[in-house]
């Protein structure tokens, strides 16, 4: 894993977005104050690979910047000559809490150049995962380290640099194996034990597909071949006979269709008898005719006599006569209402006048009470100017002292002039309303009796140009006694069409019956027709029954001699028939075939030729049934000898024998290079040694003493864990195509613990790893010394509002 580009927004302190550019950039220094930010690049990348960082345990509360509600993190970086995206966003909950909400892993194009990676966004790459989980598995599988191995051999936090040193010796194995991709042989292992069992699987597949197959020998197969011939000479022997059955089958079948014809046609013939009925019913017929014939004349005089009726009925205008009638009727009816209403209109209108008279009258009353109730009102009028006043007051008209109020007898007067105008009005209301009525009325019972007199006068006019009253009833009268004799006559005529519909239903009926007998005759004669019966007299049913009866009696005689002659012949041709075929079937039988009884050649023919095919079936199945076993069985010791192979691969790999020899061998080279570094640190005072699974430094200062790796001081124990992880990213990544990608080791240590010439060599190690072209070294340090020798500088500061980088270059 080699990083590109680095990007952090909201992380840590980095508050405002921060992109470092590692891309063309082998060895370089992080620099800048304590607590300025330098850790935090690398807790970014680890962050952006893992979702974890080492410091801060399994919590990742400090992700996001004090100030910040979400943050993110996106680190572009090369593994197998392929670049990726890793991407982490996360951000602050109600409560405080950090979570991610958003992750993503993306393979960018192959063709993807470093300078396109400005614009990571706007290259279209192919989405890997879109969860935090599935991240950090796609890391750990493209890496080849989890997290715990990566932290250990990567990427190297403060205070567990010197880890590896003092890890146990299972724990270091297992870094190693994964470091080397030796659980490769793990899976080997694995799929060599699947194998074995699929390959024992497939034996036993085999075994139960070859019990169920026989086993075909080679006298099975002559056998077989010999058969075919044999049916092929037996075919030619049948084939001999076989005209011969054949010419007699064809004399039986013709014999045998004679006798069925002749049987046939005794059999039709036989159909033929007379029916009983067909005398009585040409008789019945007639008599039915006649009948029929004498209803219809019955029906033709009762129309005849109706229609006298009607044309009679015609020359009379009934709607006239009746309504001239209505004319005499309604005259005696005026003259009667005329006579009636004359004195009644001339004492309404009497009456009338009388109540108007009254009327006005009481019209007059009520002027002379209401001018009377004036007169008293004016009256009135001094009373009230002295209703105030006291005998000695001045009057209100003449201004002279009164000497005494009069009597105050006129308010009775006035009370008495009101009440006279109340009941004038009364009286002139009621005879006003009673002249009304006399009016309306005296004018309904005018209005009525001229209505009569113009009615009188129009019904005079109609009654002058018509006859005189008992004519018109007489004339009426024998409308209606022409009225009774036509429905009389209709009643007849119904009667009659019964009568004649009866006997044209009879008629018909036998004249069905009688074509249905005809029907019958013609259907026994079709049936016959063929033997040429005797013509029909179509006049008389009868005697063409007789005729084609007797006719028919005639041709049985003749059936019955001609079919006693073609019995004889038939059991003759059927006895040499039986001695043909019983021969046939006897070969057919010593051939191993099923007999054939009353066959013709085809059949005796067609069953050899099934016979030979089936023989031809049984000689192809057992050939095929025998090269399948063979195959099977080859088949079957292939897969035999693959599941032992499988197996024994499976029991070696197993015992762990192999990779543990290989780790061990590892080990030894890991520790060698180790120890050529850590020498060329110490100026040759130390060397690396591995025993009883632990580290042990030789101490060339001190008569080359052996002594745990514990025993050394910080600066010493820097070197020679520096030492290792050196050697780990030099030697071990190319030690298998499978292991992990170890292109780069990023250091966060503290360099200050070493002495001036012990840094000077760890300075000139760094150099010569990051000379080599195929790893990136990148450290964090305070010692100015040794950032002096590092060609690329990143230096983080931090102000009030973040961290920042800024990158400088020799």
């Known amino acids: 894993m080699r990083p590109l580009r680095l990007e952090m927004e909201g992380f840590g302190t980095f508050a405002k977005r921060t992109t470092v550019d590692f891309t063309e950039t082998d060895f370089f220094a992080l620099i800048g104050p304590t607590g300025s930010g330098k850790s935090t690049v690398l807790d970014a990348m680890c962050f952006a690979l893992y979702g974890r960082v080492p410091r801060w345990g399994a919590g990742i509360e400090y992700a996001l910047a004090p100030s910040a509600t979400s943050g993110k993190v996106q680190l572009v970086f090369r593994a197998d000559q392929r670049m990726y995206v890793a991407t982490r966003v996360v951000k602050r909950g109600g409560k405080g809490k950090v979570t991610t909400s958003a992750a993503g892993m993306e393979l960018l194009p192959e063709k993807t150049k470093l300078s396109e990676l400005d614009n990571v966004a706007a290259l279209l790459g192919t989405s890997l995962t879109s969860s935090a989980k599935g991240v950090s598995e796609h890391a750990e599988r493209i890496i080849g380290l989890p997290f715990e191995q990566f932290t250990k051999c990567v990427l190297l936090p403060q205070g567990a640099f010197a880890e590896f040193l003092h890890s146990s010796g299972a724990e270091r194995r297992k870094i190693l194996e994964n470091l080397l991709g030796y659980s490769v042989y793990r899976d080997i292992q694995t799929v060599a034990g699947e194998r074995a069992r699929d390959a024992e699987t497939t034996v036993r597949l085999f075994d139960q597909q070859l019990s169920a197959l026989p086993q075909i020998e080679d006298a099975d197969l002559t056998a077989a071949a010999e058969r075919i011939e044999r049916l092929k000479e037996l075919d030619g022997t049948v084939r001999e006979a076989v005209p011969r059955l054949d010419s007699v089958a064809a004399e039986v079948e013709a014999i045998d269709r004679a006798v069925a014809e002749v049987d046939a046609e005794h059999a039709i013939l036989t159909y033929i008898r007379t029916p009983d009925n067909v005398d009585a019913l040409a008789a019945e017929l007639a008599e039915a005719t006649d009948e029929t014939k004498a209803a219809a004349d019955v029906v033709t005089s009762a129309e005849e006599g109706e229609q006298r009726l009607r044309q009679e009925r015609s020359t009379i205008d009934v709607s006239t006569v009746d309504e001239q009638l209505r004319a005499y009727d309604r005259a005696d009816e005026?003259?009667?209402?005329?006579?009636?209403?004359?004195?009644?209109?001339?004492?309404?209108?009497?009456?009338?006048?009388?109540?108007?008279?009254?009327?006005?009258?009481?019209?007059?009353?009520?002027?002379?009470?209401?001018?009377?109730?004036?007169?008293?009102?004016?009256?009135?009028?001094?009373?009230?100017?002295?209703?105030?006043?006291?005998?000695?007051?001045?009057?209100?008209?003449?201004?002279?002292?009164?000497?005494?109020?009069?009597?105050?007898?006129?308010?009775?007067?006035?009370?008495?002039?009101?009440?006279?105008?109340?009941?004038?009005?009364?009286?002139?209301?009621?005879?006003?309303?009673?002249?009304?009525?006399?009016?309306?009325?005296?004018?309904?019972?005018?209005?009525?009796?001229?209505?009569?007199?113009?009615?009188?006068?129009?019904?005079?006019?109609?009654?002058?140009?018509?006859?005189?009253?008992?004519?018109?009833?007489?004339?009426?009268?024998?409308?209606?006694?022409?009225?009774?004799?036509?429905?009389?006559?209709?009643?007849?005529?119904?009667?009659?069409?019964?009568?004649?519909?009866?006997?044209?239903?009879?008629?018909?009926?036998?004249?069905?019956?009688?074509?249905?007998?005809?029907?019958?005759?013609?259907?026994?004669?079709?049936?016959?027709?063929?033997?040429?019966?005797?013509?029909?007299?179509?006049?008389?049913?009868?005697?063409?029954?007789?005729?084609?009866?007797?006719?028919?009696?005639?041709?049985?005689?003749?059936?019955?001699?001609?079919?006693?002659?073609?019995?004889?012949?038939?059991?003759?041709?059927?006895?040499?028939?039986r001695v043909l075929g019983n021969e046939l079937a006897r070969l057919l039988t010593e051939a191993g075939l099923a007999p054939i009884h009353d066959g013709s050649g085809a059949d005796y023919v067609a069953a050899i030729a099934a016979g030979a095919v089936a023989a031809e079936d049984h000689l192809r199945r057992i050939t095929e049934q025998r090269a399948a076993f063979s195959t099977l069985s080859e088949q079957r010791a292939e897969q035999l000898d693959r599941a032992r192979v499988a197996k024994q691969l499976h029991q070696h790999l197993g015992t762990r024998q192999f990779v543990n020899w290989l780790l061990t061998e590892a080990l030894d080279d890991l520790v060698a290079g180790a120890s050529g570094i850590l020498r060329q640190i110490t100026g040759g005072q130390y060397d690396l040694a591995y025993q009883d699974n632990d580290f042990l430094v030789v101490d060339h200062h001190d008569a080359d003493l052996t002594r745990p790796v514990r025993t050394l001081s910080g600066g010493e124990t820097f070197a020679a864990s520096l030492a290792l992880a050196l050697a780990m990213s030099k030697q071990l990544s190319g030690m298998s195509s499978q292991g992990a990608n170890l292109e780069a080791i990023l250091l966060d240590e503290g360099f200050g613990t070493l002495d001036a010439a012990t840094l000077d060599q760890v300075a000139a190690t760094l150099e010569g790893l990051a000379d080599s072209g195929d790893r990136m070294v990148g450290v964090i340090t305070h010692v100015a010394a040794l950032a002096e020798r590092i060609p690329v500088r990143f230096e983080v500061s931090k102000d009030a509002f973040g961290s920042r980088v800024t990158k400088s270059e020799d």
């Open 334 to 577: 005026l003259a009667d209402s005329i006579e009636k209403g004359q004195p009644l209109t001339e004492r309404a209108e009497t009456e009338a006048h009388a109540a108007e008279t009254t009327a006005r009258a009481a019209a007059e009353a009520v002027t002379e009470a209401e001018d009377a109730l004036r007169h008293a009102q004016l009256g009135r009028l001094a009373e009230t100017l002295r209703a105030d006043l006291s005998p000695g007051d001045a009057c209100p008209v003449c201004a002279r002292p009164v000497a005494e109020l009069p009597d105050d007898g006129e308010a009775h007067e006035l009370r008495d002039h009101e009440a006279l105008l109340k009941r004038a009005k009364t009286e002139h209301s009621e005879a006003d309303r009673a002249a009304r009525q006399a009016q309306l009325t005296a004018a309904n019972y005018r209005t009525r009796l001229d209505e009569r007199l113009i009615e009188k006068e129009e019904n005079d006019k109609l009654l002058a140009q018509a006859p005189d009253r008992r004519q018109l009833e007489e004339v009426r009268r024998r409308a209606d006694e022409t009225a009774t004799e036509l429905d009389a006559a209709a009643g007849q005529i119904r009667a009659a069409r019964d009568a004649l519909r009866r006997a044209e239903r009879r008629r018909d009926e036998t004249a069905a019956r009688l074509a249905t007998e005809w029907q019958k005759y013609d259907h026994h004669r079709d049936k016959v027709a063929r033997l040429s019966p005797p013509p029909t007299d179509r006049g008389d049913l009868a005697a063409s029954w007789r005729t084609l009866t007797t006719w028919s009696a005639s041709e049985l005689a003749q059936r019955k001699r001609r079919r006693t002659e073609l019995s004889e012949q038939a059991a003759e041709l059927t006895s040499r028939r």
